[in-house]
Every structure is written in C-alpha cells, then in structure tokens.
C-alpha cells in the first residue's frame, strides 16, 4: 500500500511512498497527508507453512 506524504517546507510536493518507508520519512520531517484518502489495510497474505522430512 502507498501512502501520500507532505513536508512542511515543501507543501506543493507531495510524495507517494510505501507504507514500510513511513517512518523513515517521517524522521525527516515528512507527514502522512490528512487529505490522502484512506483504505482499509488488507489483510496479511497467509503463510504456507515449511514441511519438515519427517512429515508426509
């Protein structure tokens, strides 16, 4: 998912980035952008689990 970023000192220039990146930028001084529209978060992919060799 994405997620629209602004920086005070560069208000004309929103961002896009990933939502993992969110808090690096926001280190920076970037803000999630209140008017970005929100989607609901999906919901994790379901994990396949390992087999081991002595399953079968």
Do not use: C, F, L, N
């Given at each position: 998912?994405?997620?629209?970023?602004?920086?005070?000192?560069l208000p004309?220039?929103?961002?896009?980035?990933?939502?993992?990146?969110?808090?690096?930028?926001?280190?920076?001084?970037?803000?999630?952008?209140?008017?970005?529209?929100?989607?609901?978060?999906a919901k994790?992919?379901a994990r396949?689990r390992?087999q081991?060799?002595?399953?079968?």
């Open positions: 998912m994405s997620v629209t970023m602004r920086h005070p000192d004309d220039q929103p961002i896009t980035v990933r939502e993992d990146a969110v808090p690096t930028y926001q280190a920076s001084g970037w803000q999630v952008s209140e008017d970005a529209p929100t989607k609901p978060k994790p992919a396949r390992r081991t060799g002595d399953e079968s």
